[in-house]
């Protein structure tokens, strides 16, 4: 399902302009990660893909939806969007009530919502905390919470406001997987996050947002390349990227493999170069 | 600063200890880093450095806890406020609804000890600088981003001149540029002016490039203790859901497929990685 975002300008009630003449188009099965410093816009903008917030000036269509003639209720079909603090979701008293509550808002019938609820608990591993009080869970498992009840509602693009915050180890790898799992399913995948690290591993396409516009929008490894833009969004590039930058390799590694392919590959081109092939 | 003898606490209602035989010893000063997997006991340490943990979530404690000379388990929170700090992982705990601006935020502490208003507005003004706010001091708490609000939190605490400074994930929603200023602050408060700090994190090379010491916990217990250098290539940290930079990841995988000879320190961070590299293409 496409995403049309076109001029799109918002300020706030307190005269903050947050976004300024935003234009962007995602086609359905993208994988799009928003990068810039706090207070950007990224935020603003992926609230703007859900109906949360309505331009001011220009327009936003999800698929053939105008987001100014549809409620939220009605966007929530199309847009799953996780939110950046889990309490500002989280409402019920289980987490398998939590999971249950966007499906039977849409109609869905009782052995469907079950069905939804049981593959995302199992998605994001909360079975064992399935019939437990969301708040009785740390903040991290509550993030995973959220995202678990936006899972189970199906909707063909889902929206994650800074997805790795406050996750160890396994909780990155697991939602790398669900994230690859999205992908593979074709469904959309947009992130905002200041994890550049977890973003060049999962993300084909980065948009570089600084004072509510869009300073750079393309494939994750050319836009990393732009150090100066970068810098200017206050955006520091992934560690294998500035190791590599500094180690002069030609390339940009969005992981461990890449880096080790570049660094294997540069060496064995210089071992060509010398004269006495030593 | 603290010393922590044989503490185990656990929370009303559970049997699991959230932290079990835990013995360590912070000299004044000392950046420590504390890290480990989620549900491993970092927050509880927190909250028990602090006094929220027995006086505010109760629970059986057992063992001994001296913080700035005061005996934890006696000590009622209100005796520490001033001497310790703490940053919450999340914002919205700790901003308090009562304030209009940013600049009536962070000095609600400082009002409430009843600091006279000239020093109020200079430790206020100061707070706010360290932590690249001053420019929001009129807007309300509430029209900031999540990292803004995450800064707001510190700035409160610091401008209470805490000597014991615990922090957890401080910077879990701040960009790039907003993390390195706040471990700058943190590094300078522990170097200058011998603030002690605890800091929990999974910012592994940022915690490797300012933190004096790293402390590992795993289901309660302390299982690692040393310079970071040494504690974040211990080859047990993925068992112990810590992970590793991409720096020492890539070093480790190199040295496993043969790339690189084996045996040469894995690095933490850039600098070490650029040396590593440098050295195995010589």
Known sequence: MRILVTDVAFRYPNGVQALAGVSLAITGGEAVAVIGENGAGKTTLARHLNGLLRPQQ?????????????????????????????????????????????PRNLGRRQDEIEAAVAQALAWLDLEDVADSHPYDLSLSQRRLVALAAVLAMETPIVVLDEPTTGQDAAGMALLGRVIEDLKAAGRTVITISHDIDFVAEHFPRLVVMAAGRILADGPTDRVLAQTGLLAQAQVEPP???????????????STVDAFLALWARTRAQAGRERPDGV | MITIEHLTYTYPATNRPALEDLSLHIPAGQFCA?????????????????????????????GRLHVAGHDIAVTPPSALVGLVGLVFANPFNQITGACY?????????????????????????????LTGLTDLADRSPFALSGGQQQ??????????????????????QLDPVGTREVFTVLGALAAQHDTTVVLVSHALEWVATYADRVIVLMAGRLVADGPPSTVLTRPELESWGVGATRYTQAARRAQAQGLVPSGRPLPVTLPQAVAFWSCASS
């Not at chain 1, 966007?75 to 939110?83: D, E, K």
């Not at chain 1, 560690?239 to 590694?253: E, K, M, N």
Request: proline share 6%; with cysteine; hydrophobic share 45%.
């Open chain 1, 58 to 102: 220009g327009r936003v269509l999800i698929g053939d939806w105008d987001t100014r003639e549809h409620t939220v209720a009605q966007l929530a079909r199309r847009v799953g969007y996780v939110f950046q603090n889990p309490d500002d979701q989280l409402f019920e008293r289980t987490v398998r009530r939590e999971l249950a509550f966007g």
């Open chain 2, 151 to 172: 800064r707001l939190a510190l700035a409160a605490v610091l401008a209470m001149q805490p000597r014991v400074l615990v922090l957890d994930e401080p910077t879990s």
């Open chain 2, 34 to 62: 504390v890290v480990g997997a989620n549900g491993a006991g970092k927050s509880t340490l927190c909250y028990a450095l602090t006094g929220f943990v027995p006086h505010f979530y109760r629970g059986r404690i057992e």
């Open chain 1, 239 to 253: 560690q294998l990227v500035r190791l590599a930058t500094a180690l002069d390799l030609p390339g940009i590694p």
């Open chain 2, 101 to 129: 601006t940013v600049r009536e935020e962070v000095a609600f502490g400082l009002e409430n000890l009843g600091v006279p208003p000239a020093e109020m507005e200079q430790r206020v003004a100061r707070a706010l600088a």
